[in-house]
């Protein structure tokens, strides 16, 4: 992993959305300056702590700006007046509890110029640089976003991986794709808008690239609260909803029943809290109500049918995976469109 300072000035834009960050904030925009970013766009989304008066101190370099919201905006909305307010068009979205290596950008950069339609991601480390904390998600069928590579060391041979997501967590766009993509769905107030922008993006044909030697840290904690359970769980209603008609919800539905089991299996486990979200989330299926955005041939193809095991506790467990990835293998295949 690369360790030496940038000091080239590059023409690219960082994009930070800040709430309650100030654990965090002052480390992240040190590592950004010293990435070389020209532009950095702090959008503060109405914190009640120390963060806007870390930033301010911050203010007397040119290359950074501060847009307070009154009001918690939630994560796609802040960035994407970040991206409206940009004047690069290379952009990076980065969250405040992360570090950055000083050649990473400059490496996202370059593999933007790759290609017309491309989607950069760097390795996103713990935040002890140790091991991934992901290499971007796994774009599921049934809508599930997963972590992809997480544990890995590293020291890992980052060249024999590829993805079909980007994670919220960093990735680079140019401003003119993200735009043309449509941005981040503003339904989404907190966790699963990375995984609807990038099946839109895969329908558009863009394509993710995966960048070794491009290094971000994340203090990113393996904990699951109902909260976040509630809100994975709406943002994948979500989704099916706005890329499937009825009939395809039909034809995967012996995958979304798998899902569901998995779904309600993990609500029992983890007790009431996360029974009544379950419960919660269901009742109002029907209240939610995307505007349609067409599943198409392109799109399906692209998106995985593998939920990896990392999480399973023995042997009996992994067979169980594996049976379910190929009950999942084979009703995608048989999708008539």
């Not at 702590?49 to 911050?58: G, H, L, M």
Request: hydrophobic letters at 45%; a positive charge.
């Amino acid at each position: 992993m690369a360790k030496s300072m940038s000091s080239e000035s590059l023409p690219l834009t960082v994009i930070v959305v800040t709430y309650n960050h100030q654990k965090y904030i002052a480390e992240c925009i040190k590592s950004i300056l010293s990435a070389g970013a020209n532009e950095i766009i702090i959008i503060d989304n109405a914190s009640t702590d120390n963060t806007i008066s870390i930033v301010e101190s911050f203010l007397n370099n040119h290359a950074l700006r501060l847009v307070q919201n009154k009001v918690n905006l939630g994560y796609g909305s802040a960035v994407n007046i970040g991206v409206r307010l940009a004047n690069n068009e290379t952009i990076i979205i980065q969250n405040p509890d992360t570090i950055v290596n000083p050649n990473c950008y400059q490496l996202l950069h370059r593999s933007l110029l790759s290609g017309d339609k491309i989607i950069s991601s760097p390795i996103i480390m713990m935040y002890d640089g140790t091991i991934v904390n992901t290499l971007g998600n796994i774009e599921h069928f049934t809508g599930l976003g997963l972590i992809n590579g997480i544990g890995l060391p590293a020291h890992t041979d980052f060249s024999k991986y590829s993805i079909n997501g980007i994670s919220g967590a960093c990735f680079a766009i140019f401003r003119k794709n993200y735009l043309e993509i449509g941005g981040f769905d503003e339904n989404f107030f907190c966790y699963m808008e990375d995984v609807e922008l990038s099946w839109r993006a895969l329908s558009l044909d863009y394509q993710f690239i995966l960048v070794p030697g491009a290094f971000i840290n994340h203090d990113y904690q393996i904990k699951l609260t109902s909260e976040k359970f509630f809100q994975l769980e709406k943002g994948r209603y979500y989704i099916l909803k706005k890329f499937l008609t009825r009939r395809e919800i039909i034809s995967i539905l012996p995958s979304l029943i798998i899902v569901e089991i998995l779904s309600f299996t993990l609500a029992l486990i983890n007790g009431n809290d996360f029974i009544k979200k379950k419960v919660e989330i269901l009742f109002k299926i029907n209240s939610i109500k995307p505007v349609p955005f067409k599943w198409n041939a392109r799109l399906l193809s692209s998106l995985d049918t593998n939920v990896p095991d990392i999480f399973t506790l023995n042997k009996s467990h992994k067979n169980l995976f594996k049976l379910i990835n190929l009950l999942f293998l084979i009703n995608k295949m048989v999708i008539k469109k």
